[in-house]
């Protein structure tokens, strides 16, 4: 079923506004009394039928509103470094049907691409990616892609637990790491094609995240997210 985010809720109604009412009318060309799901964006999620479609704007009646079931119990930010162009894309789309919460770019010494401001352009484009694949994999929410930041400024302190992906972590895996401790709220950050300085792990370190390995291969910086996000939740998910 085609699911729409929408912001505009009343009793027994919803509106959606913006690029999906072309999609809805012309792409899906739903008509009235159409079943649709709408969500709300906060992880709430509700049955609605196409009431009234105009040019600008599309009017639903809605059901009663439900919790979403398909958001996870843990809320996993992927701190990612900028890897070469175009992957970016894949990582939001993959991480984001894996249950990532959030996204933000990284500048690290060995990353190829160095952004440079203004941001947004990029920013908005990475945005649709999260919004489209929220909207194909039925998330309560759409998965927010901060600006870029430097490493050396990532701010770890909002997390239970922080783990770096680190290639040359050959003691903790990852599971062993998740076992020890799992908080609600968790950061993970990988590397760029280059891989981390030794002076990037101390910084992240003395930040309170901890190393873990992902395995003996190595793996490409936009699988290692993807890879790490599925064994989280693996471990966590019931
Ligand atoms: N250039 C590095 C090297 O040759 O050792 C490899 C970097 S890897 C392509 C990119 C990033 O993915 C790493 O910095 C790390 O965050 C993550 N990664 C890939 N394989 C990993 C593994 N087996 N264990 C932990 N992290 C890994």
Known sequence: MHRFFTNEIQTGRAVVRGDDVKHIAKVLRLKRGDA??????????CDAAVSEILS???TF???PWRRANTEPDVSVTLFQCLPKAGKMETIIQKCVELGACAFVPVQSERCVVVLKPPYEGRIERWQRVSEEAAKQSRRGVIPKVSLPVALD????APFDTALVAYENEHAVSLKAALREDCGRRVAIVIGPEGGFSEAEIA???????RTVTLGTRIL??????MAMLAQIMYEVEP
């Open 61 to 63: 009646e809605t059901a």
């Open 153 to 156: 400024k990532l701010d770890l």
């Open 56 to 58: 600008d704007a599309v």
């Open 36 to 45: 649709v799901q709408l969500c709300d964006g906060c992880g709430n999620e």
């Open 220 to 225: 490409r910086t936009e699988t290692a997210g």
């Open 203 to 209: 910084k992240l370190s003395a930040k309170g995240a």
